[in-house]
């Protein structure tokens, strides 16, 4: 139950979200209307279709992606020619002469002359297919969920109460807005201009959903404006939860481990049991390890794959503890769950464990099992777990080292009955891409190369789904980046054909990465970088020289520039010399 009710808050939270002003103005179109003929109609057509879209995006295929697509720009082109019917009802004759009579109807109506049952539904099945991309991190939670453990029954309820929640929402808006225009009406006489207005706003809505600023700069603006609103609210649920679990705890529900009530006992909540660790499908540094075998001691479970930067950024400190803490009773266990393709490959992690000299076991998670045991949804993600097998702490993302080390030295004490231990925190020196970000300089954000995920692509050749294209670099605003050469854009990455090729990204960070591999061929490639049409020189990463130059000999994150100095607007391009090479994504730092 709780669950439902997050996902209807979130839904209802998505209204101060500005990723949803395209998709307004349709809204409120519907706004003086009898609400029972005009809107009430709307507010299932766009739960339905939410949810059922949603539902096939969990299913993680490539066609339900295409599909949703497919419904996107079909939805597009209804609303706009609403918007155009908002502006002249001639031109509505005009458009609808060639329909049927019903066709007339629902489109005359639609246009806010009647109200009609049949046109409301229509407007709320093309806002649900719209409202899909728009949703926030809740919304990915679910569907991150859903698509691990499979489409069921459970997956469909959870999206439409978070769809219920937004038409909530939406309704309320909408009855607030219509009081409002019915003023306007009564004391100025603009009906029709305010017919026309929305005629106006409703084009510019489908102008800013086919130049894909829903997704883009407003997605970004949405997630930065109602993350914190969101992770509030779990936070609060996901307490009251955790209290009443350590209320049980403390009324002897969960087990001790030799039967005996320890001297020091931590006010840490407990926030569920220890899941088991079966399903990988390797162990790394390790025997395969079990909760049983665990009992007795304190285990920090770490849920990493090797090319995230995030990921990267957090394995210092999981070192540290693990090093620091060994002789204490601490077992770290990484728990290796892949993003891409090539994070399947167990040669691939095992290179990268030794790569970043880790030296505590690793569970290979190509399936998933332990990820969906935790119920878990992010990388990185850390699950604290006390010496009687209960998680008494979590934390996702990069951060808050110093409260993730004080809940360790917490639980090692409790497990040892005493507040004996070593105070200090540890200070890891992290270097090239595992150093610490320049959050307050930070103007980028991640951006994917493969069609699947991509955004802010503008060479003017358009995306060729898996198939050659030859592709060009025009002038770029901030955050874009161009293709330039014969590329095959494929799901997750695109592919270079012929050597020569090359990307140019329009940046504002102190560092920059991208995720690179040398192809299905496996030959080393040669690439040659530049910084505003010239060296980077002291501006260099840790994988290339000060010339730039650098060679892609496996799939991984590659550090390419690091700012020295001012972080200011950069234009980066990377050219390849030798063909076959891979791009999956681009990071920031």
Known sequence: MILFTIAFFAGVLTIVSPCILPVLP???????????????PMLPGKVVTFAGVATLAALGGEWAVQANEIGRYAAIAVLAVFGVTLLSPRVAAVVTRPAVALGNRLSQRAAGQEGSVGASFLLGVATGLLWAPCAGPILGLVLTGAALHGANVETTLLLTAYATGAATSLALAVVAGGRVFAAMKRSLGIGERLRQGLGVAVLAGVAAIALGLDTGLLARLSYAGTTNLEQSLLDRLRGNSAARAEAMASNGVAPATNGARNAYQSNLPVEGT???????????NSEPL????????????????????NCIRTIPYVRAWAEKYRDQGLIVIGVHAPEFAFEKRIGNVKRAVRNFEIGYPVAIDNDFA?????????????????????????????????????????????AAGDRRTDGGLVTPNARGAEAAPDFARLGSGEDYIGYMRTSNFVSPEGI????????????LRLNQWGLAGNWTMGAEQATLNRAGGGIT?????????????????????????????????????????????????????????????????RTFEIRFLDPDVEAFVFTFG
């Open 290 to 309: 079990t909760t049983e075998q665990l009992r007795g001691k304190v285990v920090l479970v770490d849920f990493w794959t090797y090319s995230c930067i």
């Open 26 to 40: 349709f809204v409120f179109s519907r706004a003086g209307q009898p609400f029972a003929r005009s809107v009430l």
């Open 370 to 414: 332990i990820w969906r045991a935790f119920g878990n949804n992010y990388w990185p993600a850390h699950y604290f777990i006390d010496a009687k097998g209960r998680i008494r702490h979590s934390h996702f993302g990069e951060g808050d080292y110093e409260r993730s080390e004080r809940v360790i030295q917490e639980l090692l004490a409790e």
């Open 274 to 284: 220890f899941p088991s660790l079966d399903g990988a499908v390797e162990w790394l």
């Open 505 to 569: 990204y329009r940046f504002s960070a102190r560092d920059l990465h991208l995720v690179l591999g040398p192809g299905a061929s496996g030959r080393k490639v040669r690439f040659q970088v530049k910084l505003d049409g010239v060296a980077p020189g002291a501006d260099h990463g840790s994988d290339i020289d000060a010339d730039g130059n650098g060679t892609v000999a496996e799939t991984r994150l590659y550090q390419l520039i690091r700012q020295s100095g001012d972080v200011r607007e």
């Open 464 to 475: 060729g789904v898996d198939e050659a294209r030859d592709y060009t670099v025009e002038e």
